[in-house]
């Protein structure tokens, strides 16, 4: 009975620590104020397709609610080098200008840490 406990125990750790295939190890934010969030945002959406292209395999836009165009964006993905190399493309540069991005955004990317 004691060592099926403690192969439930170590069972239910190793569950625990397993990972969904496709999560990300790297998360990217960007915070800018845009000019008008309702045409930065169809801008935002039509580049979708770009984003997977750049390796960005999820993302999310959050607005604050004091200001619509105070905006802050999530983009996940496997490596750093792929977040890195997604920030020096001309696409995102050009899309962002084109969106209305005001000003520099503010950029920085994190990484998952599990201890």
Not at 33 to 60: I, N, P
Request: proline share 3%.
């Amino acid at each position: 009975m004691r060592s099926l406990f403690l192969a439930g125990l170590l069972l239910a750790g190793l569950t625990a620590t397993v990972r969904p295939a496709d999560a990300a190890d790297v998360r990217m934010y960007i915070h800018h104020e845009v000019a008008d969030y309702s045409a930065w945002r169809k801008v935002y959406d039509a580049f979708a397709g770009g984003q997977r292209k750049l390796g960005v395999t999820h993302q999310a836009v959050y607005q604050s609610i004091e200001n619509p165009n105070d905006v802050t964006v999530t983009h996940d993905f496997k490596t750093t080098e792929k977040a890195k190399a997604f920030l020096s493309s001309p696409e995102v540069k050009s899309t962002m200008d084109k969106a209305g991005v005001k000003g520099t955004p503010k950029i920085w990317i994190t990484t998952q840490r599990f201890k």
